[in-house]
């Protein structure tokens, strides 16, 4: 089992930057990526970002690309996604991920376990 635990989320201006983090812990070594994912109301969870437990390996969806930056810090079983300059549609409810497998990491049914998710909310 592995469990994920995010932190950092709240209540920026447009314009502004938060950094998330999700600190992993169980069996951390089967890990294969990490993954990053959003929901608004209304709306389904979408896939925001993606690394690979060596670090070597990122993906972005093409709306948060070049804004939001994923990395890892295997010393600390920790992933952050640092968001920079964040919009009003950036608003959501942001959830860490993490999967056993090795491909399709912008597919949700790939991942195995969740976070308990962290609140986003971006003023205009």
């Known amino acids: 089992q592995v469990q994920l635990v995010e932190s950092g989320g709240g209540l920026v201006q447009a314009g502004g930057s938060l950094r998330l983090s999700c600190a992993a812990s169980?069996?951390?070594?089967?890990?294969?990526?990490m993954g990053w994912f959003r929901q608004a109301p209304g709306k389904e969870r979408e896939f925001i970002a993606a690394?690979?437990?060596?670090?070597?390996?990122?993906y972005y969806a093409g709306s948060v690309s070049g804004r939001f930056t994923i990395s890892t810090d295997n010393a600390k079983n920790t992933v952050y996604l640092q968001m920079n300059s964040l919009k009003p549609e950036d608003t959501a409810v942001y959830y860490c991920?993490?999967?056993?497998?090795?491909?399709?990491?912008?597919?949700?049914?790939?991942?195995?376990?969740w976070g308990q998710g962290t609140q986003v909310t971006v003023s205009s």
């Open positions: 991920a993490a999967t056993m497998t090795g491909s399709r990491y912008e597919l949700a049914p790939r991942y195995e376990y």
């Open positions: 169980g069996r951390t070594f089967s890990i294969n990526a």
């Open positions: 690394i690979r437990r060596s670090g070597v390996g990122t």
